[in-house]
Structures are given as structure tokens and as C-alpha cells.
């Protein structure tokens, strides 16, 4: 299928996308079935030493009981999911699980744990990537799955205000029926909760367009460790009183206290949504595309996405979606969002014939229809659902400078050899951050030698990040020094000190291992 200049003759160029939609592929699947059996207990795989909190006694149980009634849950079926992490690669063994509905009960909880010296586990949607959500060893979960209320939305300012068990995909709907959009959308939408959102600092889909949530989240209400509410649910655009405290929250995992409302600013729905999915003969050709694509589109570009050939093979060979662009070596989706649809497809007009011409891009398909550009959004979003069905997933989320992106995966793949089933690299090439991941028939800690320290020694020598939006969270905290300097970490044990000084929040994720 050649790719035609005109967007017009574009529109209706791929007969396949019904095949996806028919599957399910909405933009965001809510917790794909993966066959593969559960990992063993964490510190069987990992070096890690229980820390002395105490143990959850019958008195215990109580006092949840009263606080929280008939939402403590014992029961080891009902527990088994929250233990293990969504790639099936942590295994903790907790024996509690709280589902408090108000901010009042968070705290009437962290009370009592802090008083018992009982280490607490946040709990949002459970789609962490970095084994940030679940136990290592019996900690409580505190899930939020209960706070799950829209507390209110101002439809002139876009100011959303809800509770932090919100899941993702309710609020985009919710805002979406008001005309706006939640600034931000990742594929795990069908089950994140927006206070995991926040506490991951998570990027996702819309980052190019409407940043990061340090600057769409207006306000924050957290719960400290020893129970203390903390109200910064202030929503107002601009409020230099002092120190930004939210920030601190923003990113935290769980480390320094308990995120229960979030006051977020959502941008106006567009009008008008196009999506391009391109071939694109080499990465010099991505590149010089992303080049052209932020001179010729300007403010309507919202989202350039990068795969490789790999990538969009495990997509069709385990998800039977059907691919619209064939025999590339690289794929980019390319998605406007403006509010006057004749000017957008014009100017993206005017860049396809532009890449065509100049041979950057050599194939595509393009869609304006809502199912289509869904369609087209579903082969991007569900890779990392393909990759989970390949084997054990090694899964590296570094920002590193774009012309040095994809040396990475050619380097590896020539470093490991047959020892990987599968070296793949995408993502948000137009925030500069890399997904690379490393599928393998199961875990080995040989192959896990040979990725690491290589991977995040790689991306220090080019200046770039360990973590560029998943986060640190139990498997990345060690590695926290390849990205900051001894002082910052320093700081960073200080005001966990200061904020949780018996260390009860999510003990064992973000900050390194003490010596
Ligand atoms: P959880 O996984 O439950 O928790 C994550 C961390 O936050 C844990 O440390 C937990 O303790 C803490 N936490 C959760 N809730 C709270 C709270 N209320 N207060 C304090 N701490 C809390 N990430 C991206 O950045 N971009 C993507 O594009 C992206 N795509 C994804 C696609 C898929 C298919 C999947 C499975 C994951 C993806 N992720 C992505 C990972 C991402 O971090 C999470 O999906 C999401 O942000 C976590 O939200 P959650 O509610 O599931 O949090
Ligand atoms: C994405 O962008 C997510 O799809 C997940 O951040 C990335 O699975 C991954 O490596
Ligand atoms: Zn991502």
C-alpha cells in the first residue's frame, strides 16, 4: 500500500482497521489476560532483607475493622492479585488489604500504623511498571480503588477536582461528555487511577502536547505517615505562596505520603483529530521526519510515536491485529489535534507530500474517523500488551538524546545475541523517551548481568535518565545514582526522614538500598 499525498485520498486507505477494532483495541485495555505462570516470592529473586515493622495482629485487624468496616480484606484469593504487579514479575506476601472510601479514613489508618510501626503499601490501578505497587514483603495495601468519586468540574476553567481512586478512563469520559480532555492518556487507562498517575509522575500519550503533570496538576490532598491531612487541594492557576508542596508528591510512588484528591486542569476537547501511521525507510528518516513534522505542523502536532519493525511484528503476532504499513524497518504515528479541521488537514497535507517526496516516509495510512484513529492508536498502545505475551520482559524507559536513541537497541542486540528472543525499541521519540525491552522464553539472571549495569551506564555516558516516566519503584531504585548526584539522593533520604521518619510508606521502592 503506497502512501498518496493528499489526505483526502488517504482517509479510506485501510481496509484492516475494522479487523482491529472487531478486537477490542480501544485505546487503553483495561488488564489483559496474559498466560504465563506468577513470579516466586520477591526476595527469592532479589537481594532485599525484611525491615523491623511489626506484624499485623488480631488487635490490628481490629482497629482497621473500625475504621474502614467490612473492607478489610484477608481473604489469600482475594489478596493474590494485589501481591503480584501487572508484568507478573514482583510477588509480595501481604495479608491485609484496606479499601477505605474517604480521605478521613486514609488517615484514621496511617494513624494507627504509625503508632504500630506497620509498613503500608499505596495501591492504586496496580499497571506500575517497576514493582512500585505491590509488597515486597507483607506490608498493608492501602488500595484507593474506593475513592472514586468526581468531587467537581468547572466547565469555564477545565478544573477537574476528584478523588484519587478515579480511574483514568472514567475521568476522559467524564470530562470528555463536558467538552474537555484529561491532559493526560496512556494505554493502561482501563484501569490507572489517576492518584497512581500522579504519584508515578506518569508521561503517557499527550506529554508532547500538554506536558507533564507537575504542570496540569493544580492542586494535591495527601495523607502524611503519622495520619496528618495535608490540603493543598487548591485549584487556581497561579499561586506563589511559599514553597510548591505538591511537587513533592508528584512522582513520590508512595514513598512520602498518600495522594487521596487531585485538582488537574484539562485542555478544551479538539475539534478536529487526524492520525497518520507512517513507514519510514531508516531512524536518520524519523528523525529528519520529526523535524519536518514540528516545522510543518506546529501547534496542531500532538503526538509523534516511534516503533521499530520488531515492535509491530509481536503486535500482529500476538494480538492478531492487523498492521496497515508492512515491510518498514520503522513506524511513526503522527496525530494533530486543532480546532478548525480544514486548516489541520491542510497543513498535514502539506507535510505528507513533503515526506513522501523527499523519500522520508515511504508508506502509510491516515484516519480522521473516531474508530479509525482509535484503530491506529490501539498498534501503538498494546505493544507493551504484545511483549508481555512474548515471555519474561526486561523493560528499560530511558530519556536519552534522539540521535543516539536507537544505537541503543542495535548495541544490545548485537551484545546479547541468541540469549534474547526479542530486543525492540519505541516510544515517545518526541519527549525523547525510549522504551527498549528485552523478551526472553523466562528471567535469567544471566541475561539480567548482561543488560545491567550496561543499559543505565549507556544512557549516564549520554547524559540521560535511568527512569524517563515509570519511575523508580522497587526494581530502578538502585539505580537512582546513574541519574543523581550523592547530594541530591542525600536530600532526598532527608525529607523522606522528615516527612516519614519511621520509614512505614513504601518501604523498599524509590530510594537506593542503605548500605
Ligand atoms: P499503581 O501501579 O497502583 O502504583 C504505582 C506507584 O504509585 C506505586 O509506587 C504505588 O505505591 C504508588 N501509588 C499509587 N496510588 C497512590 C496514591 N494514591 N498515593 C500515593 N502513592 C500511590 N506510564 C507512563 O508514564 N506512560 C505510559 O505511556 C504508560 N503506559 C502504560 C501502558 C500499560 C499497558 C501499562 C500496564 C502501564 C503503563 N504505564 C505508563 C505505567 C504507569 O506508571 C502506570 O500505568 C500508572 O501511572 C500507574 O497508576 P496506577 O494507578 O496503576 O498505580
Ligand atoms: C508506553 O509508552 C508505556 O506504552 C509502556 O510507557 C512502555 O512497556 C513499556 O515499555
Ligand atoms: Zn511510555
Known sequence: ??????????????????????????????????????????????????????????????????????????????????????????????????????????????????KRNLAVNPQGGNTGMVGGSVPVFDEIILSTALMNQVISFDEVSGILVCQAGCVLEKLSQFVQERNFIMPLDLGAKGSCHIGGNVATNAGGLRFLRYGSLRGTVLGLEVVLADGTILNCLTSLRKDNTGYDLKQLFIGSEGTLGIITAVSILCPPQPKAVNVAFLGCPGFAEVLQTFTTCKGMLGEILSAFEFMDAECMQLVGQHLHLAIPVQDS????????????????????????????GSGLVTDGTMATDHRKVQALWALRERITEALSHDGYVYKYDVSLPVERFYDLVIDLRARLGLQAKHVVGYGHLGDGNLHLNVTAEAFSKALLEALEPYVYVWTAEQQGSVSAEHGLGFKKRDVLGYSKPPKAVQLMRQLKALLDPKGILNPYKTLPAQA
Not at 494485589?82 to 486514609?106: F, H, I, M, Y
Not at 513506524?331 to 515526506?355: C, M, P, R
Open 329 to 356: 524497518p520503522f513506524y511513526i504515528l503522527v496525530e494533530t489535534s486543532g480546532s478548525n479541521a480544514g486548516h489541520d488537514a491542510e497543513k498535514l497535507g502539506s507535510f505528507l507530500e513533503q515526506a513522501l
Open 1 to 114: 500500500m503506497v502512501l498518496r499525498p493528499l489526505p483526502a485520498r488517504l482517509l479510506a486507505a485501510w481496509p484492516g482497521w475494522r479487523t482491529a477494532c472487531a478486537r477490542g483495541a480501544s485505546r487503553g485495555p483495561a488488564g489483559p489476560g496474559r498466560p504465563r505462570a506468577g513470579p516466586g516470592p520477591t526476595p527469592e529473586r532479589y537481594r532485599v532483607e525484611r525491615l523491623p515493622f511489626s506484624t499485623v495482629s488480631a488487635e490490628d485487624l481490629a482497629a482497621f475493622e473500625r475504621a474502614v468496616p467490612g473492607r478489610v480484606v484477608t481473604d489469600p484469593g482475594a489478596l493474590e492479585a494485589a501481591n503480584v504487579d501487572w508484568l507478573k514479575t514482583v510477588r509480595g506476601c501481604s495479608k491485609v488489604l484496606l479499601r477505605p472510601q474517604t480521605s478521613e479514613e486514609v488517615s484514621c489508618i496511617l494513624r494507627h500504623c504509625y
